[in-house]
């Protein structure tokens, strides 16, 4: 069956994004020296451009949701919300990577033509109306995140986070593949909606429940969520620091995409068995996120386990199984991208062509040697320890409230006790650059790169401006979940 206008007018951000791909595949060819700087802006016209046409599908004005082939892709306000954020973290990663690539004599071309593969991937997982669908974007996803963590070949720990990744990667898409089989066989569909109304009418869920156990398994990997964390810190650590910007970032909105869709979405009516196994894995995560992270030197190491603590707190969003409970998950998904990508961006701003900055050693003094990149920094830690008033005090309060309102107060005691557990190694990274002495030759920050800078100061800023004016962004939330 040949596509219809119908069916492609929803996708143009897809479209878009896809033909900005191609078209970085033809200049990657036969651009040559300077000419390779049009990589860059090529990259990142077809991201403002996709923004664009996400605002011109009329999801924030509160149109109706749009179907396209058969059913398979749905253009609604959840997923314009998500593409949104997924495309402007996207370009701070690619402003970030700018004189990071340059200086270590990495393939801008292969950066960005695979970023951009990525970004596909996520958007076509969050609007996925059908199983084949979402796991087509999860797929198109986690190739491009594989060949990204290994692009830097001369690095060894590099390969063998590549390794790690793919071998682990590929375990849990065969665990989620699995489950999925199974809700198809209960089912006898792969469209979402139809296996909701299946859950709801069905007497026996046994086979159902087992697929969804595994769909369950599946979406904790991609997340990273404690117990199946263990390749989260060694890709993070071993990744080349821009690769990690992004994947620590972006992919953060498509795993909690997929997870409405799979669960809030096709598994609503079983709600009550699936909202128990989330609490947990929430509980796991932030007892082993924080309490590893507290241990940690290495800075990257040290952001890696609190990924997964932040993970716990956004499953306790998603663990009420309310519009609510998906409201403020959502919220919580595209703060920490916001702080994860400012975070990991310091790192960026402190190393230089002979040094990469990756120890929590490197801050030390750092408020003697630049005082503005300082402040900066503790701007990000800030948000990320949830001190009020930045956003990510917010995003914290939101999902403990939607614990509560789900009945699980218990849950909203364990999440309330590790937020204060996990602001102690944050902290950390504000006394070091305060309290302690810079080294006797200290590594400047990256010089001549204005843009750079520039950059990390509105991210981090931003983290402030939005913790003041955080009901806009909330009200979206609220209003993509009716």
Sequence with gaps: MM???????????????????????LLDMFAKGRERELLFWVAIANLAAAACFVFANGGFAGASTSIAFNGMFLRDTVSDVLK??????????????????ADRLLSRGAFYILCMFAVLGMMLLVSAGSL????????????????LVGMDR????????????????????????????MVYGATGSLDLGTIQAAAANSQDHTMLLFGV???????????????????????????????????????????????????HYGAGPLWQH????????????????????????????????????????????LSNPTPAGAASAMFYAISYALMASAAFATLILLSNRGHDAEEIDDFRGLNARNPW????VLLIMASLAGVPPFLGFWAKLAVLRAAIQGGMLWLAIVGAVFAVIGAFYYLRIIKVMYFEAPHDQPV????????LRWMLSINALLLLALGIAWNPIMAWCIGAFG
């Design 84 to 101: 949104l954020a997924i495309l402007a973290v996207s370009a701070f990663a690619f402003v970030y990577s700018r004189t990071y690539l």
């Design 154 to 181: 001369d690095s060894a720990i590099g390969s063998e986070a590549a390794m790690k990744y793919f071998v682990l990667g590929s375990l849990s898409s065969g665990m989620l593949l699995y489950g999925m089989s």
């Design 213 to 263: 156990v595994f769909m369950v398994v599946g979406i904790a990997f991609k997340f990273g969520a404690a117990p199946f964390h263990m390749w989260l810190p060694d890709v993070y650590q071993g990744a080349p620091t821009i690769v990690t910007v992004f994947i620590g970032s972006a992919p953060k909105l498509a795993a909690f995409g997929m997870a409405y869709r799979l669960l």
């Design 444 to 451: 400047a920050p990256v010089h001549g790169d204005r843009t």
């Design 373 to 376: 990149m300082a402040l900066l």
């Design 274 to 317: 699936w909202h128990i196994m989330l609490a947990w894995l929430a509980v796991l995560s932030l007892a082993i996120g924080n309490v590893f992270a507290l241990a940690q030197s290495n800075f990257k190491r040290m952001l890696a386990y609190s990924t997964i603590s932040h993970v716990g707190f956004l499953f306790l969003g």
């Design 3 to 25: 596509p219809t206008l119908a069916d492609l007018m929803p996708m143009r951000p897809e479209l878009t994004v896809l033909a900005g791909a191609c078209e970085l595949l």
């Design 132 to 147: 084949v669908t979402l796991y087509l974007g999860l797929e198109l996803l986690a190739l491009s995140s594989y060949a």
